[in-house]
């Protein structure tokens, strides 16, 4: 079993936590996480995927460990979370290298792709939304914040941080919920309650 390493790098102040494993001359794929999780999300498909691939996969900023200092003036949006991932593959200097993206990583992994599209391999989606008729009911109130982003429209959506929702987002559909593993949604959870970020996650949200 190939092991899995950690790594920081600074992109222009933000401190870009990654995880990495797998030889570096092997063909590198580039694994972009969602809401509400961070790279940890993928530990086990890096084991999987080292024996025959590089796998790198960094903590977006506002989630994980990934470190942005409130000194930066970081504005949170799709587009800055791409640059910021950008710049990251620049200074890994990855060449060549496939995305695996994952619903926020969607947005980001497919602005990476149109920043750098001769460097781009391979683009593998797993509920990676780019349409609209994949906004289900779901997203109706957060329609509503997009159309009107008022301060009432803005808390209405704070509801969406609770452990219940974040655990929901693990156990529902789960032939076996018991079987999740608690660790999974409470650090999610944990890293998701740090002071001021769930105003990133709105920001997010309205973007």
């Given amino acids: ?49 080292a024996p025959k691939y590089r796998v790198i996969a960094p903590d977006l900023p506002g989630f ?3 470190d942005v200092s409130s000194d930066l003036n970081y504005k949170y949006t799709f587009d ?20 695996y993206i994952f619903d926020y990583g969607a947005p980001t992994g497919l602005r990476l792709a149109l920043a750098r599209p001769e460097a781009i391999t ?6 990676g939304n780019a349409f609209e008729a994949g906004l289900t009911s779901f997203w109706d109130q957060i329609r509503k914040y997009w159309n009107d982003a008022s301060p009432a429209n ?17 156990t529902e559909g789960e032939a076996h919920p018991e079987l999740v593993p608690p660790e999974t949604y409470t650090l999610d959870h944990a890293l998701l309650s740090r002071p001021g970020n769930v105003e990133i996650q709105l920001d997010l949200f309205h973007d």
Avoid: C, W
């Fill in 64 to 66: 994980g460990f990934t």
């Fill in 80 to 99: 800055i979370l791409a640059n910021t991932v950008i710049e990251f593959t620049k200074v890994l200097q990855l060449k060549k290298f496939a995305i």
């Fill in 154 to 170: 803005r808390d209405a959506l704070r509801q969406l941080f609770s452990f219940d929702v974040t655990k929901f987002q693990y």
């Fill in 122 to 127: 391979a683009i593998i989606s797993q509920n």
């Fill in 1 to 49: 079993m190939a092991n899995t390493h950690i790594g920081t790098v600074d992109i222009k102040g933000v401190k870009v936590f990654y995880r990495e494993a797998g030889k570096k001359d092997a063909p590198t794929i580039l694994l972009l996480h969602g809401f509400p999780t961070s790279s940890f999300q993928y530990r086990n498909l890096i084991e999987r995927l």
